[in-house]
């Protein structure tokens, strides 16, 4: 089946430095990618869209200068937090829908990042 | 405005019985509904969907859901319920008429099923 690989899984870093997350789809081509917020208890947030070659496509109240999205290639999307604060440590998940699916078609989720900001 | 509503916090099951998590919804068409897990620390998995046809949808790991036009719900059901059942479910809607994010998903705030032995 369609596998997406996020890394790292944890990640720890100081406040005002940048993390960047990957998001790969192994064996199969993502022209869509999602990147979810997860709070605890709560569901996910959906933060931006990102379509291969293009400008990601920011929700609402998300900001772009600070959740910076790549997704330069068919398999990765990147997601970088730039100058972290601890009120962004979260959980990250990102999705991908393969090439040529429809919308209905279910996501391909990775397992996550857990980003701790001290 | 598309919605999801799943009632329940936590669901606590015995395990061997069944178990029943609740999902209802608010779109202005006809919508695809989507049940999906997720494990502790993990991404979400796909278990079934309903986009037309059947109103009983039948899933992975023996997961099914029923189709409620009048009721406007998707409730997950499974006759006989396992400890490694146990875990955090999302509802999910999409209203192909919406015009929002392409394809994205609106998720319910989850129920955390957790099944006894």
């Known amino acids: 089946g369609a596998v997406v690989s996020q890394h790292p899984s944890r990640v720890i870093c100081k406040s005002g430095t940048s993390v960047k997350i990957e998001c790969r789809s192994l064996?199969?081509?993502?022209?869509?990618m999602f990147w979810y917020r997860q709070f605890p208890k709560q569901s996910l947030m959906l933060m931006a869209t990102?379509?291969?070659?293009?400008?990601?496509?920011?929700e609402q109240g998300v900001e772009k200068d600070k959740f910076l999205i790549n997704h330069a290639s068919l398999t990765l999307s990147t997601l970088t937090v730039t100058s972290a604060h601890p009120e962004d440590s979260s959980f990250y998940i990102c999705?991908?829908?393969?090439?040529?699916?429809?919308?209905?078609?279910?996501?391909?989720f990775g397992n996550g990042t857990r980003l701790t900001v001290t | 405005a598309q919605s999801v509503a799943q009632p329940e916090d936590q669901v606590n099951v015995a395990e061997g019985n069944p178990l029943t998590v609740k999902c209802t919804y608010s779109?202005?068409?006809?919508?695809?509904l989507f049940w999906y897990v997720q494990y502790p620390n993990r991404g979400l998995q796909f278990l079934l969907k309903?986009?037309?046809?059947?109103?009983l949808v039948k899933g992975s790991y023996g997961f099914e859901a029923e189709f409620n036009k009048s009721q406007t719900s998707f409730h997950l059901k499974k006759p006989s319920a396992l400890v490694s059942d146990s875990a955090l479910y999302f509802c999910?809607?999409?209203?192909?008429?919406?015009?929002?994010?392409?394809?994205?998903?609106?998720f319910g705030k989850g129920t955390k099923l957790s099944v006894k032995p």
């Open positions: 999705s991908a829908r393969g090439a040529g699916t429809s919308d209905n078609s279910p996501l391909h």
């Open positions: 064996d199969f081509q993502a022209t869509t």
């Open positions: 990102s379509n291969e070659g293009s400008k990601a496509t920011y």
């Open positions: 779109v202005s068409g006809n919508p695809y």
């Open positions: 309903y986009i037309t046809g059947d109103n």
């Open positions: 999910a809607v999409r209203d192909p008429n919406y015009g929002g994010s392409q394809g994205n998903l609106i």
